[in-house]
């Protein structure tokens, strides 16, 4: 792996050749030359594109641009570099141009649910808060390259300024995650401020941040960032490795410094194909990020946003994954696989089965091994009718400014509060036969 320092003043002095190799960490430099062409990236890594195919990549590279930091090319395995899954995250491929007939701009619908500047609302209790555009490296993958890489900005302070209007106005709203581009693009006094807006509010209980940084620009987690991110506690970050060969000596140490914060660390993993698609590999990346102290969190089935088919795997593969996964390493290093429903359904939790049947007295269930056992339903259990009265409840939940909040979805069939008892979808041809009627 291209990881040495050898390796490291190579790729420097090709980029720029006044650079001193002391320079390479320090992330403005990263960032001010990042490679943003081909002909750059070919320099960088010392390989030549044959003609045709480059004049291909050109046409991607005009309607998806590319954008790479010199410390994530410097993983790239130069002797091999078609087949490397650095590579393939971060260089364009010819197949992004092609545009399926399931293929969606915004398959999550996030326009949609957009009820305010820079906000996407559409779970009861927290909000999406897109606080940048501007991104240290534009992902292959990405399920906003509608938006993503076309234009390098950050919202208007005006802009973030009804984001956080509309989040104080609705006091349901108790957690919100900073997304972009990536928050932590932004400049240490901007992400303070509006950290420091977000922590007036008395509703918000906490501040997800969702960032690729620790992987592919891991300089940037400076101690002056981290105090700063420290002192708006709690802060969760997601942070988005796909592979282990992403996990090196240098990103090692931005987790330490983001966890010895007590910041609490999660991983998003998108599953990938040729890239990350393999059993064995997903619990090598798992067991290295619990490792770093880590919570791998979700595995997502690739979204449906142009120009992503060919990263795309069959459902039955994560499953297949998660097969491998549970009962195979530590529970707290199993991620839960989603699909990120389209058109803005959310996130959907796809797991293997392990409750093969159920009577009135036992349940059948079955393990990682394929041990099939049972387990007695208590024969006096009663559960309690719950007819929304907090106060009145047997249970004394005791909950100081406890919130109620109406349910939906299959919860509210579940509910004793409400008698629906049928959630029916619109315009199905049996109720328009009804309405006719």
């Known amino acids: 792996m291209l990881t040495d320092t050898t390796t490291e003043q190579k ?18 430099w990263q960032v001010g030359h990042a490679i943003r062409d081909i002909a750059t990236f070919e320099r960088a890594l010392g390989i030549t594109i044959p003609a045709e195919e480059r ?9 998806f641009p590319l954008r790479i930091t010199p410390y994530y090319l410097s993983l790239i395995e130069r002797e091999d570099y078609a087949n490397d899954p650095v590579f393939m995250q971060c260089f364009p491929s010819t197949r992004e141009l092609e545009i399926g007939g399931c293929d969606l701009a915004d398959p999550l619908a996030e326009d949609a649910d957009h009820p305010a500047p820079c906000i996407t609302h559409r779970y009861p209790d927290r909000v999406l808060f897109l606080v940048s555009n501007v991104c240290a490296m534009y992902c292959r993958h990405c399920t906003r390259k509608r938006r993503v890489g076309d234009v390098d900005s950050i919202p208007s302070r005006p802009e973030i300024a009804a984001g956080i209007a509309y989040i104080r106005s609705h006091p349901e709203i108790r957690d919100v995650l900073l997304s972009g581009g990536d928050p932590l693009m932004l400049p240490d006094e901007m992400l303070d401020l509006i950290l420091t807006e977000l ?6 209980e906490v501040v997800r941040i969702g960032t690729r940084i620790p992987v592919v620009l891991p300089q940037r987690v400076t101690d002056g960032l981290v105090a700063m991110l420290a002192r708006h506690h709690p802060v969760w970050i997601n942070t988005h490795f796909n592979h282990p060969k992403e996990i090196t000596a240098t990103s090692e140490r931005a987790l330490a410094k983001l966890a010895d914060a007590g910041i609490p660390l999660g991983n998003q993993t998108v599953l990938l194909a040729n890239v990350n698609d393999c059993p064995r590999l997903q619990r090598t990346l798992v067991q290295k990020l ?21 990263f795309r795997t ?26 990120d429903a389209p058109g ?20 059948v269930l079955r393990n990682y091994e394929g041990v099939i056992t049972t387990y007695p339903e208590p024969a006096d259990y009663r559960p309690a009718y719950c007819d929304g009265n907090c106060s009145e409840c047997s249970l004394k939940l005791m909950e100081e400014g406890a919130r109620e909040q109406g349910t939906t979805g299959i919860a509210l069939l579940l509910s004793d509060l409400d008698p629906t008892s049928t959630l029916v979808p619109e315009n199905t041809d049996r109720m328009e036969r009804r309405n006719d009627a």
């Open 344 to 363: 803005g359904g959310g996130k959907i939790p796809v797991m293997p089965t392990y409750l093969i049947s159920w009577s009135d007295s036992k349940v």
């Open 199 to 204: 922590s007036a509010i008395d509703h918000v």
């Open 55 to 63: 004049a291909a990549l050109e046409e991607t590279t005009a309607k």
């Open 290 to 310: 619990v490792k770093n102290r880590v919570r791998p969190y979700y595995l997502y089935q690739c979204d449906l946003s142009e120009g992503l088919s060919h």
């Open 11 to 28: 790729i420097a002095e090709r980029i720029d050749a006044d650079t001193a190799v002391a320079r390479w960490n320090d992330w403005q």
């Open 314 to 339: 069959s459902v039955a593969k994560g499953v297949e994954i998660i097969e491998n996964l549970i009962g195979h390493t530590s529970g707290f290093a199993v991620p839960t696989y989603v699909i």
